[in-house]
């Protein structure tokens, strides 16, 4: 079975500096990344995805994440972070099993961005 | 501009009720899902559904039942509501969740007193 493990529960960070939002997950077969945001009171929105290719994949608002297969994990960061980015984040990776391809989430992290 | 859109925003409902939590997409999905958010838990899978009248359990599927008549109406079902089933509901819906993820609803904030 696969899970995803986010480390990080809450990270405070000060305007425009940069964040990284750890992401580890474990699998025995080939996972496809997805993050995940949630503003306050609202749904999730996808953020970005790896399915394959390069290692290093953009989404919106100007995050990126990078899969690093060896130390199966997905992290995301952002070099310089604004106010409208406080939010929790979600980690999730998606296999195929028992004929469905299930996706499994992270417990997110909250990211809060002081002014 | 795709959506999916669940019908209640927030609901307070007694134990022992029957509730139905109703999710709608406009994008002709064959895929829909219903999770629970709980702090410190994330999101845990309840059910799903790959097609019409088609469902199947996810991680937690005790005391919830769905119904899938139509491709566009996914409902959640809480057959006897109980207090341990406060929680955030989420829908969501994906043409294939393998490649292109998921787009979920706003979520119902659910409170049983």
């Known amino acids: 079975a696969q899970s995803v493990t986010q480390l990080d529960s809450q990270v405070p960070v000060f305007e425009e500096a940069p964040v990284e939002l750890r992401c580890n997950y474990s699998s025995s077969v080939s996972v496809y990344l997805f993050w995940y945001v949630q503003y306050p009171n609202q749904g999730l929105q996808l953020l970005l995805k790896y399915l394959s290719g390069s290692t290093l994949v953009k989404g919106i608002n100007g995050f990126e994440a990078e899969f690093n297969k060896s130390q199966t994990s997905f992290h995301l960061r952002k070099p310089s972070v604004h106010i409208s980015d406080t939010a929790e984040y979600f980690c999730a990776v998606s296999v195929f099993s028992g004929g469905y391809q299930k996706v499994t989430f992270g417990t997110g992290t909250k990211l809060q961005v002081i002014p | 501009d795709v959506k999916v859109t669940q019908s209640s925003r927030y609901l307070v409902k007694r134990t022992g009720e029957k509730v139905f939590l109703e999710c709608v997409q406009d994008?002709?999905?064959?895929?829909m899902f219903w999770y629970r958010q709980d702090p410190g838990l994330g999101l845990r899978l309840i059910y799903f559904s790959y097609d019409v009248k088609m469902k199947e359990k996810g991680d937690i599927p005790e005391g919830y039942s769905v119904s899938r008549e139509k491709k566009e109406r996914f409902s959640l079902i809480l057959e006897s509501a109980s207090t341990n089933q406060t929680s955030m509901y989420l829908c969501a819906s994906s043409s294939d969740p393998r490649v292109r993820g998921y787009t979920f609803g706003s979520g119902t904030r659910l409170t049983v007193v």
């Open positions: 994008m002709d999905h064959e895929n």
